[in-house]
């Protein structure tokens, strides 16, 4: 498909327009489960831990009493069991003589060490005007620094029927806003049309940014997105909607460790992976954790496998990220992106061909997809060369 009518270059990052965003500015967190967590090594510059759970404010100032000075974020996810209504649009938990409400929850987690503080908000169906009205109104009335205001949203809201209502509320919420998408595995795969309304949205309401999300925070920063959350395990890395029992691939077994194949830019299971390169010769990967190792390894479900891969897919995650952020302008992070994506769609073919298994892997919908949507914006030109006395004329060239 060919690139039309390109929007001019944007630097990144924009100017943030609130505290909470200049802090959360170019990083891409790290979403993982209270339960059983062992902090993998984050990027120092564009990582961040989110604690995901019910306990998740409890858990981060045990970290930060245990000298965690890394940013922090709780999310407690009560969107997992909660509808928003009119009338209750969050779930509130605390109830002590400091009092009851949404400011007191915002309170609560900045005063246990988070970085910022995320509205306790819950599930929004797709279309539901008065729910989402009631946490756009509660929002506008916080005046709390350091707030995000959480948009757990049926994917549905994405669509071009939801869109042109959704997309001016969040615009009218006066601090950076997180959304958390809802739908059976990836949600962005059931409509196309979501992704560039989603494009849309994070380009038209600066500060908004995508969360609890897989590969697509990339895609999400490139089109703007100040920061974004990556889930640690498939569950976290979408919303089941409250009242859906989780629709799972392996007919209802228990769930395997992922194990992201850097160059095919996939999650398969581990111990599937083990099965399809049995007496072959299986990828092998350089990250920091890996040295060379080969990727078939993590077959199994006990906590030590899936610490192995857990630590192996945030190791490339976070090589990903310093190749990302390296890059300082919209254009060149979509090109960069998009010209990942191509290669993980061709060495799928490659990597077939090379086992003999003719639609073993499969390119997954989403890389496709990014590899099939143009980019919006023109690159930034490359910053002018300093003058090479050597060669007369050179930085003309350069400069013109
Ligand atoms: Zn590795």
Redesign the pocket.
């Known amino acids: 498909m060919t690139d039309q009518a390109l929007l001019p270059p944007v630097l990144a990052p924009r100017p943030a327009s609130t505290a909470a965003e200049r802090r959360l500015s170019e990083r891409i967190f790290l979403l993982a489960r209270t339960r059983a967590l062992r902090v993998p090594s984050l990027h120092p510059r564009h990582g961040g831990l989110a604690l995901c759970g019910p306990d998740a404010v409890e858990k981060l100032r045990e970290l930060r009493r245990r000298g965690h000075s890394g940013l922090l974020i709780a999310d407690p996810a009560f969107y997992e069991n909660d509808v928003a209504t009119d009338d209750q649009p969050f779930t509130f938990t605390a109830d002590d003589l400091f009092g009851h409400g949404l400011d007191r929850e915002l309170e609560l987690q900045l005063d246990s060490g988070a970085t910022v503080a995320l509205t306790p908000t819950r599930y929004l169906r797709a279309g539901d005007r008065g729910a989402l009205r009631a946490v756009v109104t509660a929002a506008q009335d916080i005046d709390r620094v350091g707030t995000v205001v959480m948009i757990p949203a049926a994917v549905g809201w994405l669509l071009d029927s939801s869109i042109d209502l959704f997309l001016p509320a969040l615009a009218s919420i006066p601090h950076p806003v997180a959304i958390a998408l809802g739908g059976q595995f990836n949600p962005l795969d059931s409509h196309r049309k979501a992704t560039t309304n989603l494009r849309r949205l994070l380009l038209e309401v600066p500060g908004t940014a995508l969360w609890r999300t897989d590969l697509a925070a990339f895609d999400s920063i490139a089109h703007g997105g100040p920061f974004a959350s990556f889930g640690l395990t498939t569950a976290l890395r979408h919303i089941i909607p409250p009242d859906e029992k989780p629709q799972n691939r392996n007919g209802g077994g228990p769930v395997p460790p992922t194990v992201l194949l ?1 160059e095919l830019l996939r999650f398969s299971s581990g111990p599937a992976l083990a099965k399809r390169y049995a007496g072959l010769e299986a990828p092998t ?7 060379g ?1 080969g ?1 078939n390894r993590f077959d199994g479900y006990d906590g030590d496998t899936r610490a192995q891969a857990d630590a ?2 945030v ?2 995650w976070n090589e990903l990220l310093s190749a990302l952020f390296s890059l300082r302008d919209l254009g060149n992070r979509q090109a960069w992106w998009r010209r990942l994506c191509m290669d993980a769609v061709n060495a799928h073919e490659t990597e077939n061909i090379r086992i003999r298994q003719a639609g073993a892997f499969k390119p997954p919908k989403d890389v496709k997809r990014w590899v099939d949507l143009p980019v919006t914006h023109s690159p930034a030109p490359l910053p002018a060369a300093a003058p090479d006395p050597h060669q007369p004329g050179t930085s003309g060239t350069l400069l013109r």
Do not use: D
């Open positions: 850097p990967c350089t990250c920091q954790v890996c040295r190792a990727l192996h897919n190791a490339v």
